[in-house]
């Protein structure tokens, strides 16, 4: 690279006034904010900078840009308050322009860790009037060509990527460093001081059933752009700020990634088997027996529907059907995922509703004995001589009471646990069946 200039007069900085300086020196100028912690050198020829850190300045962090090779020295008071030092630019060149002009870069009196060598990193910052990698910085300058240099914005915000933080200061210079600067001094540019970094940061419902979709919600910032991937979803890509409807079909963990890009670059932020999609849920089906529907067992939740219409009360495995149709079931596992199953033409031989039954029982709820009344209407054809079957049924649909006998009678339910039971009469191909109640003993 050639030598640009060798003597700069003064500095037209882009914050409509004009700074004067002098190479090699360096004079008091501007601080860009008071509450800044991060500061910048830069320069061409580099030389020897002797950093004085005489301001007490928490976590404060110091970036130098140069093309040719810097002795880079730090005392002060408050030196042990730096927590990062990074060169960025050329760290070893043939190139000596400086008679204090060292062989190769090296950062002197940091405390230890603190320090970074880069070669040559990408700006993060595409300027027409700038170079591409980070290499060198003499003007506050950005509106016209730096003759193979950077312009400051494209130093601030690599630093500002680097390091985070506010920008206190920038001072920028032609020729080679000497003497010493003192961080109470500032500097002389403040281009790029409000634009931090973007950061990438978003959230989703992110445990989902097969089949189903999923919203994201964008929580970056300092973004204008957004490039997002979904593994194992569709569609799998998107620019939108607020992806919706990204679905997933097959079981399994994916990851997802976002790259927020905005006026100092752009920051990627991938979530490794972010989404969680639960197994398929148990096969379900629905079988007849007589007018009773049965399902498989297992689910968490059961919701019968008849022609289209919930039924109230039908959450058991099984159903009782009263009346002709087409059923439904839905029924969800552990995960809250849903399967549904339909019977179509169920066709039902009861004849008889609670409320309007050809037999009655007493007492409901019962504690000890269930008594069924025995005066039955000669109408239906049932007489006392008849023979019956009677059941009574938990509410899992087991059978756990059977008797065939001649004569209606009393049923001892004082071993029965608390809860809803069947109880069903069978006569003549007639079947009545109602719900009785087994009550706690108080």
Known sequence: MRKILSVLLYLSIEMCFVIPFVIGTASAQITCNTSGNVVLYSNYDGGVLNINVDVNIPNLKIGIVSYEM??????????????????????????????????????????????????????????????????????????????????????????????????????????????????????????????????????????????????????????????????????????????????????????VSLIASGNVGSDTITLNNYITVYPLPPTQGIVQSGDTLFSNTGFTTYQWLLNGNIISGATDYFYVAISNGDYNLFCTDANGCEVESVIFDVTTEIESVVGNLPFAIFPNPVRNHLTIYKSLPASIGITRKTAVEISIYNAMGERIYFESENNLRTIDCSLLSQGVYWIEIKSNEKIFRTKFVKAAYQ
């Open 70 to 255: 810097v002795t880079i020295n730090f005392t002060g008071p408050f030196v042990n308050n730096i927590s990062a030092v990074q060169f960025a630019g050329y760290t070893t060149t043939t190139h000596h322009h400086c008679a204090n002009s060292p062989a190769v870069t090296s950062i002197i009196g940091a405390p230890p860790g603190t320090d970074t060598l880069i070669f040559m990193p990408a700006s993060p910052v595409v300027n027409s009037n700038g170079y591409y990698i980070v290499i060198c910085n003499y003007s506050c300058d950005t509106s016209s060509n730096q003759g193979g240099c950077n312009t400051p914005d494209q130093i601030a915000a690599y630093f500002q990527q680097e390091f985070g933080g506010v920008l206190r200061y920038h001072f920028t210079q032609y020729g080679c460093w000497n003497g010493t600067y003192n961080i109470s001094d500032g500097g002389n540019c403040c281009i790029g001081a409000l634009s931090p970094p973007p950061n990438a940061l978003f959230s989703a419902p992110n445990h989902i059933c097969p089949g189903t979709c999923t919203n994201f919600t964008n929580l970056s910032s300092n973004a204008t752009s957004y490039q997002w991937n979904f593994s194992g979803a569709t569609p799998s890509t998107s620019t939108d700020v607020n992806p919706t409807g990204i679905c997933y079909n097959t079981p399994g963990t994916y990851d």
